[in-house]
């Protein structure tokens, strides 16, 4: 059971240059996301999906798209990037559980992929 | 605006001192809070949370306090220890919405 996995762990691009970054969970949860962490902005979501084939907007997702092909798996592409995406991404999965009668979430992390846009 | 506030960027503990991480939010709709612990070069961990019916959840070292009518929820670990030096998040959700993640706390626990 790996848990959350994240590739690449660490990329170098030009700026213009496109990428995708694969994150894949072996748990069967149907919630993924995406983080970007910046010093001191915390962890700031670009875009989440609920389940395979939906996706929705974060906090911050201009210059991002992603895809849910597949339950196990939740792709972020970098179409052009830019220097201000220079930063450390981090997948997250989770499933959702009644507590109390609330449905509450506990997301896991991958372990980040560095990213330096030149 | 932020939802979720840590107002403290870093902390520094004496071990075997009780560490206090604070956290304040500004919905009041938010009805479970968590809090992560995050290494260097690692991705953040769950270590603790609170459903918006207790005041307190207490796990081994670390006890949750969440005081709803000030907005206000702290992260006590008693006693630390080195290997508790790492950024915190506080964070927060509401219902079936998104959870909402503080900027961080960085506790330096000193020998």
């Known amino acids: 059971n790996a848990g959350v996995t994240q590739t690449p762990k660490f990329r170098v691009l030009k700026t213009g240059q496109s990428m995708t970054l694969l994150c894949a969970q072996d748990?069967?949860?149907?919630?993924m996301y995406w983080y970007r962490q910046d010093p001191g902005m915390g962890l700031r979501l670009i875009h989440y999906?609920?389940?395979?084939?939906?996706?929705a907007k974060g906090e911050v997702p201009d210059g991002y798209n992603v895809s849910r092909l597949k339950k196990q798996n939740f792709l972020l592409g970098l179409e052009s990037a830019a220097p201000s995406q220079t930063s450390v991404y981090f997948c997250?999965?989770?499933?959702?559980?009644?507590?109390?009668?609330?449905?509450?979430?506990?997301?896991?992390f991958g372990p980040g992929t560095r990213l330096l846009v030149l | 605006d932020q939802q979720v506030k840590q107002n403290s960027p870093s902390l520094s503990v004496q071990e075997g001192r009780i560490s206090i991480l604070n956290c304040d939010y500004t919905?009041?709709?938010?009805?479970?809070f968590l809090w992560y612990k995050k290494y260097p070069a690692e991705g953040p961990t769950f270590l603790i949370s609170?459903?918006?019916?207790?005041d307190k959840n207490e796990d081994g070292r670390f006890t949750v306090f969440l005081n709803k009518s000030a907005k206000h929820l702290s992260l006590h670990i008693v006693p630390s220890q080195p290997g508790d030096s790492a950024v915190y998040f506080c964070?927060?959700?509401?219902?079936?919405?998104?959870?909402?993640f503080g900027k961080g706390t960085r506790l330096h626990i000193l020998p």
């Open positions: 997250a999965s989770s499933y959702r559980r009644s507590l109390g009668g609330f449905q509450h979430e506990t997301q896991y």
């Open positions: 748990m069967n949860h149907e919630y």
């Open positions: 999906s609920v389940g395979e084939g939906t996706t």
């Open positions: 919905n009041s709709m938010f009805d479970y």
């Open positions: 609170i459903s918006s019916i207790k």
């Open positions: 964070a927060a959700s509401e219902g079936d919405d998104k959870i909402i």
